[in-house]
């Protein structure tokens, strides 16, 4: 097993009682960081965020350095909007870092405005996360109070406020650009990209930069230690450390952070001080690896890295850090059921294909569990994802403005390839598949799987 | 009452002023319409729109949109419970239903003496301590269904009242930006690069070619 000893990079306070308070993150080296940065040209700063290779944490992965190239020159004001708005179901880390450790998120904020040049910044934190609003008021607050947020910071010509945002309720608003238009005080409706990328076109259409909380967590470490220090960590494409949710059927459901790109799921799943294996000596069905959006991984997919192409190749990605995982008893077709509701329930309407598909993948897989599916179903499921994402290839093609609507397909295509049989018990009769599914992940058991099912 | 309160017509002043454009004050300010009266009212929402210089269409728009915003009035505590993914399979459908027993009500309904509201919610980010749920937005984790009967017993006994003020109720620690320390909004429609930017741009251009 490859357990590094790695150091914890963001989540190294969570061990004290106060660990949200100025006063312990400043006796813990905290706005050093943000020291280091003043003390560079801001362009600096975005090289040493590149060397480091830091990738995006909120899902989609891209690098933040590079993204923060994408500003168009020359056009002010510049903003950046933190997201905070953990919603992607398994997925809790986010929540953790604004409750526990604030500042870091407040110095990475700061850190990130003075090296693109952004003149206001929004934290954009969930609704219903009450105590994370608190925390991160308090520490606004105090940090205002201490000279690091605001005019002149540190004595320097840095200014900037950082106005903290709560949100109300809706997933959707999690998507960067239906995030902006949240801000704006709307309905959160995605916009089209192109042309709305929000470096070039984002909040009040200025260039806005959107960034996760645990991506903008790092920089202080990442200007503090140097990028290069945490390119060190990690391997290939997937530098640093990470943090990771696993829940489910494991005896020591929590959030760790790991070494990124050489840890396994098999750590993650199984080492003692990680996951510490499937409770109650069940065997492992099936685990989520990145989220509800993303399709899943089974029993032969546990030696492979936490490494983004790795992963990638493999038809699926680590999206939001949010791991999963199904013991042998679980009810693959509930599953199933339930994130598709999931989805359906959170489809912002926009459009067709999403509105309309989510709401049928639902009515259907809700007859099926009830009793009254249909041998054809199956296929018909399949044809509904196929109107929404066609081919079910990975990466995904999409049909609609936003990607929630081909995540919605991904646990139908995942569970009805590789538990077909489950589906035709609660059917009641064989069905046949004609409509093709591409994605290399989607596919059936193994051949030793399917022997050790028949005995 | 329903328009806001001389005090909350001053926080929401407050909260106004840290936005380049009003309308991005929505919701902050239904957030503190539905504190000041436990749901969204009408009379809130055109004054809202005063506030932002919008109508009580485009407020209700937007309104209608977030889950957490209740147009009439819920209970005094809103229990939350997730039945998403992780919650799903470590129990979180069976705590559902029994807190539709306990509390004599099915999910999406409220109590007849108006103490309790009860939904089937989606993940809320405790998946790793399922199942969990939450009342009035704060967390209970690995709850047991004897746990559930006896935060029902406490809520109705007055007992977590400090911990869990009424519906309506976020954060009780509000951000202030004293004004000696504010660096001001950022203009939309035109601010100049900033100094920190501009004065270290021509160096850098130099050190790197
Ligand atoms: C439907 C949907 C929901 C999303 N929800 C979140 C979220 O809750 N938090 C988040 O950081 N990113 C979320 N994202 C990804 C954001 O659009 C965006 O890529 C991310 O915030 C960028 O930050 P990063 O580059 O630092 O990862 C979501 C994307 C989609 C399509
Ligand atoms: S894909 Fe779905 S959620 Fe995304 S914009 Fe379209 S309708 Fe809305
Ligand atoms: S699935 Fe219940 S908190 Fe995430």
Same mark, same amino acid.
């Given at each position: 097993?490859? !357990?590094?000893?790695?150091?914890?990079?963001?989540?190294?306070?969570?061990?004290?009682?106060?660990?949200?308070?100025?006063?312990?993150?400043?006796?813990?080296?905290?706005?050093?960081?943000?020291?280091?940065?003043?003390?560079?040209?801001?362009?600096? !700063?975005?090289?040493?965020?590149?060397?480091?290779?830091?990738?995006?944490?909120?899902?989609?992965?891209?690098?933040?350095?590079?993204?923060?190239?994408?500003?168009?020159?020359?056009?002010?004001?510049?903003?950046?909007?933190?997201?905070?708005?953990?919603?992607?179901?398994?997925?809790?880390?986010?929540?953790?870092?604004?409750?526990?450790?604030?500042?870091?998120?407040?110095?990475?904020?700061?850190?990130?405005?003075?090296?693109?040049?952004?003149?206001?910044?929004?934290?954009?934190?969930?609704?219903?996360?009450?105590?994370?609003?608190?925390?991160?008021?308090?520490?606004?607050?105090?940090?205002?109070?201490?000279?690091?947020?605001?005019? &002149?910071?540190?004595?320097?010509?840095?200014?900037?406020?950082?106005?903290?945002?709560?949100?109300?309720?809706?997933?959707?608003?999690?998507?960067?650009?239906?995030?902006?238009?949240?801000?704006?005080?709307?309905?959160?409706?995605?916009?089209?990209?192109?042309?709305?990328?929000?470096?070039?076109?984002?909040?009040?259409?200025?260039?806005?930069?959107?960034?996760?909380?645990?991506?903008?967590?790092?920089?202080?470490?990442?200007?503090?230690?140097?990028?290069?220090?945490?390119?060190?960590?990690?391997?290939?494409?997937?530098?640093?450390?990470?943090?990771?949710?696993?829940?489910?059927?494991?005896? &020591?459901?929590?959030? $760790?952070?790991?070494?990124?790109?050489?840890?396994?799921?098999?750590?993650?799943?199984?080492?003692?001080?990680?996951?510490?294996?499937?409770?109650?000596?069940?065997?492992?069905?099936? $685990?989520?690896?990145?989220?509800?959006?993303?399709?899943?991984?089974?029993?032969?997919?546990?030696?492979?890295?936490?490494?983004?192409?790795?992963?990638?190749?493999?038809?699926?990605?680590?999206?939001?850090?949010?791991?999963?995982?199904?013991?042998?008893?679980?009810?693959?077709?509930?599953?199933?059921?339930?994130?598709?509701?999931?989805?359906?329930?959170?489809?912002?309407?926009?459009?067709?294909?999403?509105?309309?598909?989510?709401?049928?993948?639902?009515?259907?897989?809700?007859?099926?569990?009830?009793?009254?599916?249909?041998?054809?179903?199956?296929?018909?499921?399949?044809?509904?994802?196929?109107?929404?994402?066609?081919?079910?290839?990975?990466?995904?093609?999409?049909?609609?403005?936003?990607?929630?609507?081909?995540?919605?397909?991904?646990?139908?295509?995942?569970?009805?390839?590789?538990?077909?049989?489950?589906?035709?018990?609660?059917?009641?009769?064989?069905?046949?598949?004609?409509?093709? !599914?591409?994605?290399?992940?989607?596919?059936?058991?193994?051949?030793?799987?399917?022997?050790?099912?028949?005995? | 009452?329903?328009?806001?309160?001389?005090?909350?017509?001053?926080?929401?002043?407050?909260?106004?002023?840290?936005?380049?454009?009003?309308?991005?004050?929505?919701?902050?300010?239904?957030?503190?319409?539905?504190?000041?009266?436990?749901?969204?009212?009408?009379?809130?929402?055109?004054?809202?729109?005063?506030?932002?210089?919008?109508?009580?269409?485009?407020?209700?728009?937007?309104?209608?949109?977030?889950?957490?915003?209740?147009?009439?009035?819920?209970?005094?505590?809103?229990?939350?419970?997730?039945?998403?993914?992780?919650?799903?399979?470590?129990?979180?459908?069976?705590?559902?239903?029994?807190?539709?027993?306990?509390?004599?009500?099915?999910?999406?309904?409220?109590?007849?003496?108006?103490?309790?509201?009860?939904?089937?919610?989606?993940?809320?980010?405790?998946?790793?301590?399922?199942?969990?749920?939450?009342?009035?937005?704060?967390?209970?984790?690995?709850?047991?269904?004897?746990?559930?009967?006896?935060?029902?017993?406490?809520?109705?006994?007055?007992?977590?009242?400090?911990?869990?003020?009424?519906?309506?109720?976020?954060?009780?620690?509000?951000?202030?930006?004293?004004?000696?320390?504010?660096?001001?909004?950022?203009?939309?429609?035109?601010?100049?690069?900033?100094?920190?930017?501009?004065?270290?741009?021509?160096?850098?251009?130099?050190?790197?070619?």
């Amino acid at each position: 097993m490859a !357990v590094t000893d790695a150091p914890k990079i963001i989540s190294s306070r969570f061990g004290y009682t106060d660990s949200h308070t100025l006063e312990r993150y400043v006796a813990t080296g905290g706005y050093k960081g943000l020291e280091a940065a003043l003390a560079k040209k801001p362009a600096d !700063v975005v090289e040493e965020v590149k060397t480091a290779s830091l990738l995006g944490r909120g899902g989609a992965g891209f690098p933040a350095g590079v993204k923060w190239g994408f500003c168009p020159p020359g056009v002010f004001p510049r903003y950046l909007v933190v997201n905070g708005d953990e919603s992607e179901p398994g997925t809790y880390k986010d929540r953790l870092l604004m409750e526990k450790d604030p500042h870091q998120l407040i110095e990475g904020v700061l850190i990130a405005c003075y090296a693109v040049g952004c003149a206001q910044a929004f934290l954009y934190v969930r609704g219903e996360m009450a105590l994370a609003q608190e925390r991160i008021a308090q520490a606004l607050n105090d940090a205002y109070a201490a000279g690091h947020i605001g005019k &002149n910071i540190h004595g320097s010509d840095f200014s900037v406020d950082i106005v903290l945002h709560w949100g109300a309720g809706a997933y959707i608003v999690g998507e960067e650009t239906g995030l902006i238009e949240s801000l704006e005080g709307n309905r959160g409706l995605p916009r089209l990209k192109p042309p709305f990328f929000p470096a070039a076109k984002g909040l009040y259409l200025q260039p806005t930069i959107v960034n996760n909380v645990e991506t903008l967590a790092n920089l202080p470490w990442i200007v503090t230690n140097g990028g290069a220090a945490f390119a060190a960590l990690g391997a290939e494409n997937s530098k640093g450390m990470r943090m990771f949710a696993v829940s489910g059927h494991v005896k &020591n459901p929590g959030v $760790f952070e790991v070494e990124f790109g050489v840890t396994t799921f098999r750590d993650l799943l199984y080492a003692p001080v990680y996951g510490g294996g499937i409770r109650g000596g069940k065997q492992l069905k099936a $685990f989520i690896p990145g989220g509800a959006s993303a399709p899943w991984l089974y029993p032969e997919h546990l030696d492979v890295p936490l490494e983004a192409g790795t992963v990638g190749k493999l038809g699926t990605m680590l999206g939001s850090g949010a791991i999963v995982v199904f013991d042998e008893d679980t009810d693959m077709v509930k599953a199933c059921l339930r994130l598709v509701r999931f989805f359906a329930r959170e489809s912002c309407g926009k459009c067709t294909p999403c509105r309309e598909g989510t709401t049928w993948l639902e009515k259907i897989l809700e007859r099926i569990v009830d009793g009254h599916g249909r041998p054809e179903d199956l296929d018909l499921l399949l044809d509904v994802c196929d109107n929404i994402s066609v081919g079910m290839n990975w990466p995904p093609k999409q049909t609609t403005i936003c990607p929630l609507g081909q995540s919605a397909t991904t646990p139908v295509a995942s569970a009805i390839m590789r538990f077909q049989d489950e589906f035709e018990a609660y059917i009641g009769a064989p069905s046949e598949i004609t409509v093709e !599914v591409k994605g290399p992940a989607f596919t059936r058991p193994p051949e030793h799987v399917l022997e050790a099912a028949r005995d | 009452m329903s328009r806001f309160s001389p005090d909350n017509l001053r926080t929401a002043l407050e909260i106004l002023s840290r936005y380049p454009r009003a309308k991005s004050a929505t919701i902050p300010l239904l957030h503190l319409a539905q504190e000041q009266d436990g749901w969204v009212t009408d009379d809130a929402m055109a004054h809202i729109a005063e506030l932002t210089g919008t109508t009580p269409a485009q407020v209700l728009g937007t309104c209608s949109f977030y889950e957490m915003f209740k147009r009439e009035p819920v209970g005094t505590y809103l229990v939350n419970v997730c039945t998403n993914i992780s919650c799903q399979i470590m129990g979180g459908e069976e705590l559902l239903h029994h807190a539709e027993q306990t509390l004599g009500i099915k999910a999406g309904s409220t109590t007849p003496d108006g103490t309790f509201t009860l939904e089937d919610v989606e993940c809320i980010a405790a998946c790793t301590e399922a199942p969990c749920l939450q009342v009035n937005y704060r967390y209970r984790h690995k709850i047991t269904l004897a746990e559930f009967d006896a935060l029902v017993d406490d809520l109705r006994a007055g007992k977590l009242t400090d911990e869990i003020p009424a519906h309506g109720t976020l954060a009780r620690i509000r951000q202030h930006i004293p004004a000696d320390r504010a660096a001001g909004n950022a203009d939309p429609a035109g601010a100049p690069e900033p100094v920190w930017l501009a004065a270290t741009a021509p160096d850098a251009e130099g050190a790197s070619s």
